[in-house]
């Protein structure tokens, strides 16, 4: 029988949660040759169509788009954008962990600590990397984790979204959720996490600028930037000759 998750002792810790997705979530996802594998929040695939990026999709293979950077820098929200264009499944890791946890991102750092979230976090990455292509949106600090980047290399192509300290401090500043900024100053917050985190996100395989534009806009720049990743051009990444 399931124990809900409310019911944990504290001192069991993210470690017994690391068994319970395990037996809960991933172990009822069985991955199929040829069929839709889908996790519990993963957006479904619109049906590919002659306006689908062939090229760059078949550059991706089995591979995953896996979007990284600072909360606020709008990974969820270009990341469904691109999905979209690219008519892959999209997947939150914040929203599969809490699926997961059955807790809210917030409630598990209160709860368990920064250090536990982050070890239930790689977790879940790193099973949710296995059932690619599809775009995946990370939190900000899980590709700071080695062994995350070294899975994300492995499986996928990372995107960091690079954004301005105004732009994030604009988006940030309109939600109370962000269990890092919960401080008297959060852009001085805000900066001391672009300098501990831009030269590891710097390693990503593209980096795209981003602003206060249309997300189309956005996820445009980011399929392009890709195709240019691969070597390919429009009319490969369209489907056309060369593709």
């Not at 709008?74 to 059955?102: C, H, N, W, Y």
């Not at 920064?114 to 879940?124: I, K, S, W």
Request: charged share 25%; with cysteine.
């Amino acid at each position: 029988m399931q124990l809900p998750m409310q019911t944990l002792p504290v001192h069991i810790g993210l470690k017994a949660l690391a068994v319970l997705d395990a037996n809960r979530l991933f172990m009822s996802i069985r991955r199929q040759r040829g069929s839709s594998k889908h996790f519990m929040n993963a957006l479904p695939a619109n049906p590919p169509d002659e306006t689908t990026h062939a090229g760059l999709l078949g550059r991706l293979g089995s591979r995953s788009v896996v979007f990284v950077g600072l909360m606020g820098a709008g990974k969820t929200a270009i990341g469904r954008k691109v999905a979209t264009m690219l008519a892959l499944p999209f997947i939150d890791s914040d929203q599969e962990i809490e699926s997961v946890s059955r807790m809210t991102v917030p409630e598990l750092f209160e709860r368990y600590g920064e250090t536990e979230f982050r070890a239930l976090e790689q977790r879940v990455i790193l099973r949710v990397l296995e059932n690619g292509p599809q775009v995946l949106s990370t939190g900000g600090g899980a590709f700071m984790n080695a062994q995350t980047r070294e899975a994300i290399a492995a499986h996928g192509v990372s995107v960091w979204l690079k954004a301005e300290l105004d732009l994030l401090m604009d988006r940030v500043s309109k939600k109370q959720n962000r269990p890092l900024l919960k401080s008297a100053d959060p852009r001085a917050v805000l900066e001391r996490l672009m300098g501990e985190r831009y030269p590891v996100y710097a390693t990503s395989d593209v980096t795209v600028p981003t602003r206060d534009d249309r997300k189309e806009v956005i996820a445009t720049e980011v399929v392009e930037a890709l195709c240019r990743h691969f070597g390919i051009d429009e009319t490969a990444a369209t489907g056309g000759v060369g593709s």
